[in-house]
């Protein structure tokens, strides 16, 4: 589980995150959803370390990440896998290497136990026989998939994923959904979502913490954010038309 | 007040890079591939630069010469001492600053802006290190034996040109080349290259890890490399002259 306790955040005047406090829970696909500029992207990068908090806590099983030092830091992060919202694959390194370099640097496995770990990572996500092309000759989703592999290659425990679905049709943003849904449950993994999307709150939302303002606005199951009265979130879930039809049609 | 702080986060970005490697083998498999790429790879425009500039120092210095006075054999001497001493370590640093450093920064500038340095450190590895060390081993390791091919290259271009145009016979120029021959000149030459090997290697990372933005602040990033790594050269060549040879 990661216990996000009153964390805080500026850059200069500027007040992104507010003694933001929230739960993640394992074996969850935990949702952060919000508008753009709300602080979601801040309050992941502090999660996981990119960017420090200026105050607060931020705990992955009862272990303070916040008030560690950088090789303590290192072993929790060999415990996390992340998807970037632009995949981030090495693009001077194959899809195999891409998998392999986690396990090249920080375990002492051989060369045949590394393929045997990228080719097994490659058949979960549907890509077998990929192993030798280089990103730029991945479509979008295959990037992601990639990406869903690489991060899973470690056995992480916990997965954070921007915006998973940012770029990709609607059939292959189900298909990552699906995807980053089924590794959690397998794996039992705390999963955290960034996302904008709607249909990844219906298709995999176990916790969804709304985030407004840098606070965290209102937390619950994807089956209370349906009936919820709060206004700012029902301008978010309901700001197309798509979403308001449904709405009528459901009620 | 800016350039203060750029330093304080220069020097700070060294530290990390001389930290602790996590995985020797990673490193050392990096560092050949960098040998190749910013080593090897520069082989090519360094051996076409010595051979005409050596051959422009000797025609020129053959076409000053009007007093009867001065030996032929100055052709040579003047253009082995004006390769080993300033050409070939300076000019071709500065030339490799703008090849070498400008593919630094934008090879790292692009990873920082597509979050591949990110994925690194999420990963738990230390991008700084990871990214830069090698390149500053396999610059400081490969640059001397650049500066070694360019200067047996310009004195050959300096060679065939005078000696072609019957300014100065065979025997005059390679006497010319023996005289006065002081082997500290080669030690200066080589101490100046691994500096600037540093300092193009180093400079550039900076430029580069420091991104922000997209495409067009990975350019600005370039571009600021070459500039920065030259201006340092140019001022870690003076300090370095009056050290060595004063």
Redesign the interface.
């Known amino acids: 589980m990661i216990e996000v306790k009153n964390i805080n955040k500026s850059f200069g005047e500027n007040h992104v995150l507010h003694d933001f406090s929230a739960q993640f829970e394992a074996g969850k696909v935990n949702l952060i959803i919000g508008q753009s500029g709300q602080g979601k992207s801040v309050l992941t990068k502090c999660i996981v370390g990119l960017m420090e908090v200026d105050s607060g806590s931020v705990l992955y099983d009862d272990r303070d990440f916040s008030k560690m030092n950088r090789k303590e830091r290192k072993e929790i992060r060999t415990e996390i896998g992340m998807l970037f919202q632009g995949s981030a694959l090495f693009d001077s390194m194959t899809v195999e290497e891409n998998i392999m370099f986690p396990l090249k640097m920080f375990t002492k496995m051989s060369k045949k136990e590394m393929l045997d770990r990228a080719n097994s990572c490659l058949e979960r996500v549907d890509l077998s026989g990929r192993n030798k092309l280089l990103p730029a000759e991945l479509s979008g989703g295959m990037m992601k998939r990639v990406a869903i592999a690489r991060a899973i290659s470690m056995n992480p425990k916990y997965l954070f994923c921007d915006e998973p679905n940012s770029g990709l049709d609607p059939s292959t943003s189900l298909l990552i959904d699906s995807l980053i849904q089924e590794i959690t449950y397998e794996y039992n993994m705390t999963t955290v979502v960034i996302t904008h999307d709607m249909n990844s709150v219906i298709e995999i939302g176990d916790h969804i913490v709304f985030i407004y303002n840098g606070r965290n606005w209102w937390q619950g199951t994807k089956e209370e954010i349906i009936k919820t009265e709060n206004q700012e979130i029902i301008d978010f879930v309901y700001a197309s038309k798509f979403m308001k039809t449904l709405k009528g049609k459901l009620a | 007040m800016s350039y203060i702080t750029s330093i304080g986060k220069y020097v700070g970005m060294m530290r990390e890079v001389f930290s602790k490697p996590?995985?020797f083998k990673?490193y050392y498999t990096r560092t050949i591939a960098e040998i190749n790429s910013i080593g090897i790879n520069s082989a090519g425009i360094v051996a076409i630069l010595s051979v005409f500039m050596g051959a422009v120092i000797a025609l020129q210095t053959a076409s000053n010469m009007d007093s009867p006075l001065l030996p032929k054999y100055t052709i040579g001497y003047i253009t082995r001492s004006s390769t080993i001493l300033e050409f070939s370590p300076t000019i071709i640093s500065l030339i490799l600053a703008g090849k070498v450093g400008s593919n630094i920064a934008s090879e790292i500038g692009t990873m920082k802006v597509?979050?591949?340095i990110?994925?690194l450190?999420?990963?738990?590895?230390n991008s700084l290190s990871f990214l830069v060390l090698p390149k500053i081993i396999a610059a400081v390791f490969f640059f001397p034996f650049l500066i070694i091919f360019s200067m047996g290259l310009s004195i050959l271009g300096g060679y065939y040109s005078v000696t072609s145009a019957g300014l100065a016979s065979h025997e005059e120029f390679v006497f010319g080349l023996r005289a006065f021959f002081k082997s500290s000149d080669i030690v200066y030459a080589l101490v100046k290259t691994c500096v600037f090997a540093f300092i193009i290697v180093s400079v550039s990372s900076y430029f580069g890890y420091y991104t922000k933005g997209g495409a067009l602040d990975v350019g600005t990033s370039s571009t600021q490399a070459v500039v920065w790594s030259s201006i340092v050269i140019l001022m870690a060549n003076f300090v370095l002259t009056q050290l060595i040879l004063m």
Do not use: L
Not at chain 2, 121 to 125: A, D, S, T
């Open positions: 996590e995985r990673v597509t979050e591949q990110d994925a450190e999420i990963m738990g590895v």
